[in-house]
């Protein structure tokens, strides 16, 4: 890569909370599940709402110091944004993303997709 990275012109409109942790899951189910299985401190967590508006999105997303996401606009946009990313890979991809040393990728069982 020698040093290339997103090539996305934007000023962030929000601070970001380094001890924030943003849920940004498309599968409200499975956003349930994160959120009852998973111990965080109430102050902790943030439900990064969908957004049409790209650079609305961008700024629901620099509130968070890490990222947990489904989607991979939002894993995209998030990296660009030098936020920690947990992506929870739902089905096999034919490429491998890389995280540029910033990212984990959690494959989700599918007994737990089907159990919801």
């Given amino acids: 890569w020698k040093g290339e990275g997103y090539g996305i012109s934007y000023y962030p409109q929000t601070k970001t909370k380094k001890n924030r942790i943003g849920l940004a899951v498309s599968n409200s189910n499975l956003r ?16 990064i709402p969908f957004k049409k508006d790209v650079f609305s999105r961008m700024d629901e997303i620099n509130k ?48 737990i997709l089907s159990s919801l």
């Fill in 32 to 47: 349930n599940y994160i959120s009852e299985n998973i111990n965080f401190e109430p102050t902790q967590c943030w439900h």
């Fill in 64 to 111: 968070c110091g890490r990222i947990i996401t489904d989607d991979m606009l939002t894993l995209h946009l998030a990296l660009y944004l030098r936020k920690y990313v947990y992506y929870l890979q739902l089905f096999s991809l034919n490429t491998q993303l890389e995280f540029f040393g910033s990212g984990e990728i959690y494959r989700v069982p599918y007994e």
